[in-house]
């Protein structure tokens, strides 16, 4: 199964920064010394022209120069560098490629990605460009190349925040579906309206929230057929996450993962996987939660490779 990685790209922050930058490298460390089946591949760089069919080209020019406003940056939540933009260009591209990979091999992952706060024309929430968004206009852009019908796109949001960014870009799009199970309590506090949002209590749990999956899936099956689902796979839901006000257990957390592989693989639908959130006050329990989810991951590839043999 192939994985595409840009933590080598470094993105410099002050000390005391709160985003858990280091998650991503002890992530890749973990699937290299426990799934050597997962084949890491270096994210290649999104384009001017990729970001383009999702955000504004002001927006790109004024990242790529510098000229972006102080005020832009804080809601983003990064310090501006020529590295930042350089990281969050390969983040948009792996999960591209990844994309592309699900596409002909049933399922494929980014390593990162999952920046749902991202708007066409800003950032917001530790989100730069919207890999998710950008994926799936370009699917759709070369399926339509090859193909007479058009390329159907689900993203299934399961970070634990709303995906503001992704629901208001394609909120006058039906070839995209935008699906979110979120904390109905937490950031953004204010929401954009989604295909399908699904808002919890603080404090959900395993239990009430698979039943809340069961459901969306089942609403997202009658409304929309998808040729093709992205699905962010928030490790943020845990009940050790300092930013995440839901008590998912590690088991609860697994079986989320197996249900949404498991939904699209009856349906024969590839799906490409971003990790999205996680900000575990451990952050070995974050890693541990994902680690999970390419465990799972690996499972579904598999089967899809003995459509292929």
Not at 60 to 73: D, F, H, R, V, Y
Not at 75 to 104: D, K, N, Q, Y
């Given at each position: 199964m192939q994985a595409f990685y840009s933590d080598h790209f470094i993105l410099p922050l002050p000390a005391g920064h709160r985003f858990p930058m280091a998650k991503y490298a002890l992530l890749r460390e973990r699937l290299a010394s426990e799934l050597p089946r997962v084949a890491m591949l270096e994210a290649p760089r999104a384009s001017d022209g990729e970001l383009a069919l999702v955000h504004s080209p002001a927006y790109i020019a004024s990242l790529e120069q510098g000229t972006i406003s102080p005020q832009a940056m804080r809601e983003i939540g990064f310090p501006w560098s020529a590295a930042m933009v350089e990281r969050s260009r390969r983040s948009a591209g792996a999960t591209v490629v990844a994309a592309r990979m699900a596409l002909h091999e049933g399922v494929a992952a980014n390593l990162a990605g999952g920046t749902h706060h991202a708007y066409a024309g800003k950032g917001g929430g530790f989100c730069v460009?919207?890999?998710?968004?950008?994926?799936?206009?370009?699917?759709?852009?070369?399926?339509?190349?090859?193909?007479?019908?058009?390329?159907?796109?689900?993203?299934?949001?399961?970070?634990?925040?709303?995906?503001?960014?992704?629901?208001?870009?394609?909120?006058?799009?039906?070839?995209?579906?935008?699906?979110?199970?979120?904390?109905?309590?937490?950031?953004?506090?204010?929401?954009?309206?989604?295909?399908?949002?699904v808002a919890l209590p603080d404090g959900c749990a395993d239990e009430p929230y698979l039943q809340a999956l069961e459901a969306a899936l089942d609403a997202l099956q009658h409304r929309f057929e998808p040729g093709l689902v992205i699905y962010l796979a928030g490790a943020d839901p845990f009940a050790g996450d300092r930013l995440g006000r839901l008590k998912l257990s590690h088991d609860g957390l697994e079986a989320r993962d197996r249900r949404v592989f498991d939904w699209c693989w009856q349906r024969r639908i590839p799906l490409a996987f971003a990790m999205a959130g996680g900000y575990g006050v451990k952050i070995e329990e974050t890693v541990q939660v994902q680690l999970t989810t390419y465990r799972v991951a690996l499972e579904y590839w598999r089967r899809w490779q003995t459509l292929r043999a």
């Amino acid at each position: 199964m192939q994985a595409f990685y840009s933590d080598h790209f470094i993105l410099p922050l002050p000390a005391g920064h709160r985003f858990p930058m280091a998650k991503y490298a002890l992530l890749r460390e973990r699937l290299a010394s426990e799934l050597p089946r997962v084949a890491m591949l270096e994210a290649p760089r999104a384009s001017d022209g990729e970001l383009a069919l999702v955000h504004s080209p002001a927006y790109i020019a004024s990242l790529e120069q510098g000229t972006i406003s102080p005020q832009a940056m804080r809601e983003i939540g990064f310090p501006w560098s020529a590295a930042m933009v350089e990281r969050s260009r390969r983040s948009a591209g792996a999960t591209v490629v990844a994309a592309r990979m699900a596409l002909h091999e049933g399922v494929a992952a980014n390593l990162a990605g999952g920046t749902h706060h991202a708007y066409a024309g800003k950032g917001g929430g530790f989100c730069v460009f919207n890999d998710a968004a950008v994926a799936a206009r370009l699917m759709q852009v070369e399926w339509g190349r090859q193909q007479r019908q058009p390329l159907r796109v689900a993203i299934i949001d399961l970070d634990v925040h709303q995906g503001n960014g992704t629901a208001h870009i394609f909120q006058q799009d039906g070839s995209v579906f935008t699906l979110s199970l979120h904390g109905e309590k937490n950031f953004p506090f204010h929401k954009e309206s989604s295909d399908l949002d699904v808002a919890l209590p603080d404090g959900c749990a395993d239990e009430p929230y698979l039943q809340a999956l069961e459901a969306a899936l089942d609403a997202l099956q009658h409304r929309f057929e998808p040729g093709l689902v992205i699905y962010l796979a928030g490790a943020d839901p845990f009940a050790g996450d300092r930013l995440g006000r839901l008590k998912l257990s590690h088991d609860g957390l697994e079986a989320r993962d197996r249900r949404v592989f498991d939904w699209c693989w009856q349906r024969r639908i590839p799906l490409a996987f971003a990790m999205a959130g996680g900000y575990g006050v451990k952050i070995e329990e974050t890693v541990q939660v994902q680690l999970t989810t390419y465990r799972v991951a690996l499972e579904y590839w598999r089967r899809w490779q003995t459509l292929r043999a």
